[in-house]
């Protein structure tokens, strides 16, 4: 079976946890410290907080936003539902944008018009490691003065014009098991603005600056040395392993180009991709479905994910919820249920990459 996602530690990692455990520094500790600046480093941020997961990045992103009530967070519904919870836990009001279905994430266009009064927030995801327009989404925020907080749990070392994602606003990463870097579980968030990065290392440690002295109601979103240990020897290879994903990609998109019936995801211009997934789009007229292609692809040996079946908003806890304002997203709504992710992580070989090229050949038909 080639699996849609995998997690392989080399030697280096092996050591990495080793000396960490030696050291019986465990939880928050130097490795921690160390894994901060060579990721604020990698993505071009002056600071990087780290927490304990993606979703605790988000959560406190927006805690210091300090939002009162009624106040709206905009945002994608074509995205994991960690965007929608953490949004609702800061106690805001979620709207949603349409996408594009160039890059899956919000069309500036869209958000244009749902801006209202009460939009305090933007909140772009980097869908699949592809930014959004940065450049037309930072306009409108300057604009109607919104705070930018972006959510790039998908999109470690992706840009947009050059610059990292994570540094055109409050940046939220994820480390979770099957992202682009992992420390099983983590979260990073990345800022230039120093008086931030010194709230947020307050707020993840129970609001307390030193022993016993709160300055503020905090949480533990700590991470420990042990994910740090994970992460250290993975960054020293990253710029490697999104070659590799690069590489895949573009084998990926010469073995289907010709296809009826398919969409090949794009690099659009202007865009450093980091490939965290490679999504198809199956054609309104093309042969057979997306739940079928992906039943087909399974009974070859092929993985394939579904990201994401239907709008996060589109469940009755959240169509039934006070605070998420439902609203018609057809491009999102179309793509859900027309999208299917194939294998494109580092560790295929090109013979891996030409066998889930051909499944899919067969599985069309072609
Ligand atoms: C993974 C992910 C998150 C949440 O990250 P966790 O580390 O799992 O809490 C948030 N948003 C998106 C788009 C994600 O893919």
Not at 153 to 179: N, R
Not at 248 to 276: F, I, K, Q, S
Not at 287 to 312: K, W
Request: net charge negative; charged share 25%; proline share 3%.
């Amino acid at each position: 079976m080639i699996a849609i996602s995998s997690v392989v530690f080399g030697e280096d990692v092996e050591r990495e946890v080793l000396d960490t455990l030696r050291s019986g520094i465990v939880a928050q500790g130097p490795k921690v410290k160390k894994f901060e600046e060579k990721f604020a480093a990698m993505i071009g941020a002056k600071h990087a907080v780290a927490v304990n997961n993606g979703t605790t990045a988000l959560g406190a992103a927006l805690e210091i936003q300090d939002l009162q009530p009624g106040d709206e967070v905009l945002t994608s519904p074509f995205t994991f539902v960690a965007t929608l919870n953490a949004i609702l836990d800061a106690g805001a009001i979620v709207r949603f944008a349409d996408i594009s279905a160039n890059d899956f994430n919000i069309d500036s266009v869209d958000v244009g018009l749902r801006i209202n009064d009460r939009t305090k927030v933007l909140m772009p995801v980097h869908l699949y490691g592809q930014s959004a327009d940065m450049s037309a989404l930072g306009e409108l925020a300057d604009r109607h003065g919104l705070a930018v907080v972006e959510d790039a749990a998908q999109a470690h070392g992706a840009t947009f014009d050059g610059q990292g994602v994570g540094t055109f606003g409050l940046g939220c990463f994820s480390f979770y098991a099957t992202k682009n870097l992992t420390t099983a579980e983590g979260g990073m968030i990345t800022t230039d603005d120093g008086a931030v990065a010194d709230r947020l290392r307050v707020l993840r440690n129970q609001g307390m600056r030193a022993r016993y002295q709160y300055e503020m109601v905090g949480h533990n979103y700590r991470m420990t040395d042990l994910q740090a240990s994970l992460a250290l020897p993975q960054l020293a290879v990253y710029r490697q392993q999104v070659e590799q994903r690069r590489r895949n990609a573009e084998r990926l998109a010469m073995g289907l180009e010709d296809m009826a019936g398919l969409t090949l995801p794009r690099e659009l211009p202007g865009r450093g991709h980091v490939w965290h997934q490679f999504t198809l789009l199956i054609d309104e007229n093309a042969r057979i479905d997306r739940d079928e292609l992906s039943a087909r692809l399974a009974d070859a040996g092929v993985g394939s994910g579904i990201y994401y079946p239907r709008t996060a908003y589109d469940y009755d806890c959240y169509r039934e919820h006070p605070r998420v304002v439902i609203e018609e997203t057809p491009v999102a709504s179309s793509v859900a249920e027309r999208c299917l992710s194939i294998p494109v992580h580092a560790n295929l070989t090109s013979d891996d990459v030409d066998a889930v090229v051909s499944a899919v050949r067969t599985a069309m038909g072609q």
